[in-house]
């Protein structure tokens, strides 16, 4: 393959149009990255079953939609609500057992993700699904040089409004002060009264809410199927370790810095070749900040 064929020449247009398929990039990133950020900050539990809360997401949009009937605006919200449940459920019968045991944690959710895998490919099977959105969401949106769908300033509107809501919960409200107080030092709080069990249980529930809800909106960019998490675990893993694990802000900065990464040197050769340099570029970058942008914000201590 020759240089000419292999990097795209600059040119404005089409640069200005991947540097905004970069924060869209950032914007899928991070909604599926929030809920891990959250669960791994307060709990400290690394759930390898975080993509599979995605691809439940998008199969309850999908049987929702298809088999009820219900609308695909109203399914992204009851992806949240019943991936949540499911969260709170997996919380209950499986982490709460393996706390301050990590690497049996690791093992059990790493399992866990393989049982949900072949549940849903026994249950609804291999086959690839789709979701269908609103026409109006498929047109296209076009501001000066830019060509946007309206369904990624749904996703840029969703991913605010995740993010935004998880803050506040954190710091204004008061569960986000019985969280921290867990997180700080979990026998003080329990001797205020706080109930450690429930916090836990509410956190990892809103987490894997909050992956499902991703799930409900990627089913419709992409096709359902069992295996569907796999593609978004590791780029999550990526912008909670590069942001510094726990830190909600962190998690923003380092999605769209690494979105725009990934979409630069997209533009410029390929996915593949992209990607790489991604890796690259986070491990150098993790080899001398190990701790990520932000140090540990929300991490429990």
Same mark, same amino acid.
């Given at each position: 393959m020759s240089v000419n064929h292999f990097w795209t020449a600059f040119a404005f247009e089409p640069f200005m149009n991947a540097l905004l398929i970069g924060l869209s990039v950032a914007s899928v990133w991070l909604i599926a990255a929030l809920g891990l950020a959250i669960v791994y900050g307060t709990m400290g539990v690394i759930n390898m079953a975080h993509g599979e809360f995605v691809m439940l997401g998008a199969y309850s949009a999908f049987v929702l939609e298809t088999v009820v009937g219900v609308p695909f605006l109203l399914c992204v919200p009851a992806a949240f609500v019943i991936v949540g449940l499911i969260g709170a459920a997996i919380e209950r019968g499986l982490v709460r057992h393996l706390y301050k045991r990590p690497l049996d944690t690791l093992l059990a959710t790493w399992g866990l993700s393989l049982v949900l895998i072949q549940g849903v490919r026994l249950i609804l099977g291999p086959?690839?699904? !789709?979701?269908?959105?609103?026409?109006?969401? !498929?047109?296209s949106l076009r501001v000066w040089v830019f060509e946007l769908s309206w369904f990624r300033v749904f996703i840029f509107g969703v991913t605010i409004a995740a993010f935004v809501l998880t803050w506040w919960l954190l710091h204004r409200t008061r569960l986000g002060l019985m969280v921290r107080a867990v997180m700080q030092n979990k026998e003080m709080a329990a001797v205020h009264g706080i109930d450690a069990g429930k916090v836990f249980t509410l956190t990892f529930a809103y987490g894997a809410g909050l992956a499902g809800l991703a799930g409900s909106m990627f089913g419709a960019i992409k096709n359902v199927f069992p295996d569907m998490g796999s593609g978004y675990i590791v780029e999550a893993f990526l912008v909670v370790v590069v942001g510094g694990?726990?830190?909600?802000?962190?998690?923003?900065f380092s999605s769209i810095g690494l979105g725009e990464i990934y979409s630069v040197f997209a533009y410029f050769t390929n996915g593949t070749f992209a990607k790489f340099w991604l890796f690259l570029l986070v491990v150098i970058f993790l080899r001398f900040r190990p701790q990520g942008l932000f140090a540990d914000a929300m991490a429990r201590r």
């Open positions: 086959e690839p699904k !789709n979701l269908q959105s609103p026409a109006w969401l !498929n047109a694990v726990g830190s909600l802000l962190g998690s923003l």
